[in-house]
């Protein structure tokens, strides 16, 4: 019943910018942590950014200074903001999130379908 949907992947040249949007609809009733992760072919999926119900922040060391993630609580949206492109991001983006699904505290963790990302030279 809880959906992650990604939003804003694309082309984009070296130096440029995009900002990801992921949404949570569904039967919730708090969020604690969300992230984004990224998997590029023939590459591991690595955390790229992730960020807590307090707004605590973790970054890779690969996008630290160039990315920014942030939260909107009432919309139930986590967003990235990405800047300084370079080849090497190019990659598809998962969004994920914890969510407490009952009144009672119940918690699942959920997987986005993902968004391309592609940067050119």
């Known amino acids: 019943q809880v959906q992650l949907v990604e939003s804003g992947g694309g082309l984009v040249e070296a130096g440029g910018s995009l900002r990801l949007s992921c949404a949570v609809s569904g039967r919730i009733y708090g969020m604690n942590d969300m992230g984004w992760y990224r998997q590029a072919p023939g590459k591991q999926r690595e955390l790229v950014a992730d960020i807590n119900s307090g707004g605590v922040t973790n970054y890779a060391g690969s996008v630290q200074g160039r990315f920014t993630i942030s939260r909107d609580s009432a919309k139930n949206t986590v967003y990235l903001q990405m800047n300084s492109l370079k080849p090497e991001d190019t990659a598809v983006y998962y969004c994920?999130?914890?969510?407490?699904?009952?009144?009672?505290?119940?918690?699942?963790?959920?997987w986005g379908q993902g968004t391309q990302v592609t940067v050119s030279s």
């Open positions: 994920h999130a914890e969510v407490v699904t009952s009144f009672y505290g119940r918690r699942n963790t959920y």
